[in-house]
């Protein structure tokens, strides 16, 4: 079964600085991986996402992931956080091999404070 | 291009009560998905409708919750009765291809 693991609950940043928010994952076969963000009271909105191609994908508002297959890795990255961009962010998986299903596995979220 | 819509915001019922929510996807979306948000968690698929057909509703709790998609395009989600563990927020999520989701705003869901 495809799975998502976020391991930290919460990452404090401060302002300026990079910031990283880790996910990996768990998948029979070649994974589609996803992120969304979601601000209080709002729905989940889309940032990113990898399906094939350059490991390297950009998504909306400077957030970027890298795809790591050896360590079944998706890391959200952004080189300079803003105090906007306290969130929660959801990393998620397909596993295409689940012929007719496009369910999402989603991680438990990671709580992100940017810190003035 | 309006997002996708849902109602109402927010509810507060008694446990052992009925409710119901709606959602309208956007316009052209055939695949439309409700998911369950407990706090401190990710969201966990309920039911997955192709146009009015359902793909998925393996982890729909069957005994007391429903949703139908008559016309392929709105679609409404019951629980009756309802439990404290219920107490949630119900997302509704369109998409035009498998590989990108659209979400609602959600329906914070308490239940006493």
């Known amino acids: 079964a495809q799975s998502v693991a976020q391991p930290e609950d919460q990452v404090n940043v401060a302002e300026g600085n990079p910031l990283t928010v880790k996910c990996t994952y768990s998948?029979?076969?070649?994974?589609?991986l996803f992120w969304y963000v979601q601000y209080p009271n709002r729905g989940l909105q889309f940032l990113l996402k990898?399906?094939?191609?350059?490991?390297l994908v950009k998504g909306s508002y400077g957030f970027e992931a890298e795809f790591n297959k050896s360590q079944t890795s998706f890391h959200l990255k952004k080189p300079s956080a803003l105090v906007s961009d306290s969130a929660l962010y959801f990393c998620?998986?397909?596993?295409?091999?689940?012929?007719?299903?496009?369910?999402?596995?989603f991680g438990k979220g990671n709580q992100v404070v940017v810190i003035p | 291009e309006a997002g996708v819509a849902q109602s109402p915001r927010y509810k507060i019922i008694e446990k052992r009560q009925s409710v119901a929510f709606w959602c309208n996807p956007i316009s052209g979306h055939a695949t439309l998905y409700w998911y369950q948000q407990i706090l401190g968690q990710g969201p966990k698929l309920l039911i997955q409708?192709?146009?009015?057909?359902?793909?998925?509703d393996s982890q729909l709790p069957k005994d007391r919750f429903s949703a139908e998609r008559l016309k392929g395009v709105d679609s409404t989600l019951k629980i009756q009765p309802a439990k404290l563990e219920d107490s949630a927020v119900y997302l509704c999520?369109?998409?035009?291809?498998?590989?990108?989701?659209?979400f609602g705003p959600g329906t914070r869901l308490t239940v006493l």
């Open positions: 409708f192709q146009n009015n057909g359902v793909v998925d």
């Open positions: 998620a998986v397909r596993d295409p091999e689940y012929y007719g299903n496009n369910r999402l596995a």
């Open positions: 998948v029979s076969g070649n994974p589609y």
């Open positions: 999520a369109s998409s035009p291809e498998p590989r990108l989701q659209y």
């Open positions: 990898y399906i094939t191609g350059d490991n």
